[in-house]
Nanobody, 124 residues
């Protein structure tokens, strides 16, 4: 059974940076999309960044130019470098894996492996 584990996160002031990482194990697909979603209290879960096995990333408009996703050499790890953070970036961040290609639709139902989530808090 696939397992997804996130690390990093925490609290930082507006304008600061944080890095969050994710590792997937037991996922039996040869290639898969890894993505970060986030969910703030009272809001729907939204896609933030996704990256293919070949390293091609895509980003939500709200984070373009500020966030950078990368995938490790073993392809089962993903790091999200978050710069110029804003209070509206505050949320629980979830790593997820999908056997489908990454899509700008950011449909959570396409993902069948999820981490428990880590908190990212940005203070003004």
């Amino acid at each position: 059974q696939a397992q997804v584990a996130e690390s990093g996160g925490g609290s930082v002031q507006s304008g600061g940076s944080l890095r969050i990482s994710c590792i997937v194990s037991g996922y039996t697909y040869n290639r898969y999309c890894m993505s970060w979603f986030r969910q703030a209290p009272g809001k729907a879960r939204e896609g933030v960044a996704g990256i293919e096995s070949d390293g091609s990333p895509r980003y939500a408009d709200s984070v373009k130019g500020r966030f950078a996703a990368s995938r490790g050499n073993t392809k089962n790890t993903m790091t999200l470098q978050m710069n110029s953070l804003k209070p509206e970036d505050t949320a629980m961040y979830y790593c997820a894996a999908s056997p489908y290609y990454c899509s700008d639709s950011w449909s959570p139902s396409d993902y069948n492996a999820w981490g428990q989530g880590i908190q990212v808090t940005i203070s003004s």
